[in-house]
């Protein structure tokens, strides 16, 4: 990966996707194998005043271990501090920045009522938390290639060259041809278009 052009990618994370300003937390969400990306776009919200940027991992390779071996009542039960973390969200309103790379098969092996009761009775502690952030906070999901996305995309690729195809199918999707500076203009402009559009 080209570091420059995972800055201009990150910049435009920060920029023209989540709108970080001066001031503002940031909680930033991502698989393990995003630390560059991670990176750079931590640098690029602190560049942009953010008060402080807190980041929170996921591994798929071990959330699949959780649910072959641990019992779903424990893997639904929200700790105290999880909660809290939830419920000071409330009080902050902090950015959420999303980096999606994971395995689209992560769990496919899981029978689907497990994870539904996991995912129900985790529901009926944080989704009081979820409801009040609605509406009222800045968030965004950008995507982020990584070798079992990649292959699932481009088959036929060694892992490879399949990550760079991958990278350069997302960066096309977001307009990032040239700088950074070039690409937020064209999100600036096609925001004014949407925006016109809604008030027509």
Known sequence: MNEQKLRDYAHLIVHAGANVQPGQRVRLQAEVDQAPLV??????????????????????????????????????????????????????????IFIESEDPDALASV?????????????????????????????????????KWAKKVFPTDDEATAVEKLWDAIFDCVYLHGSAAETESVW?????????????
């Open 39 to 96: 990176a750079a776009v931590t640098e690029a919200c602190y560049r942009a005043g953010a008060a402080y940027v807190e980041r929170i991992w996921s591994c798929s390779d071990a959330t699949l271990l959780d649910y072959q071996y641990a019992a779903v009542e424990t893997l639904g039960e929200v700790p105290h501090w999880e909660e809290e973390r939830a419920r000071q969200m409330t009080v902050d309103y902090p950015v959420r």
């Open 111 to 147: 029978p689907a009522d497990r994870l539904a009761a996991v995912g129900q009775m985790r529901a009926r502690v944080l989704k009081k938390y979820r409801d009040a952030l609605d509406g009222k906070h800045q968030w965004l999901i950008v995507a982020a290639a990584s070798p």
């Open 188 to 200: 600036a402009a096609h925001t004014a278009r949407m925006a016109a559009k809604a008030d027509w």
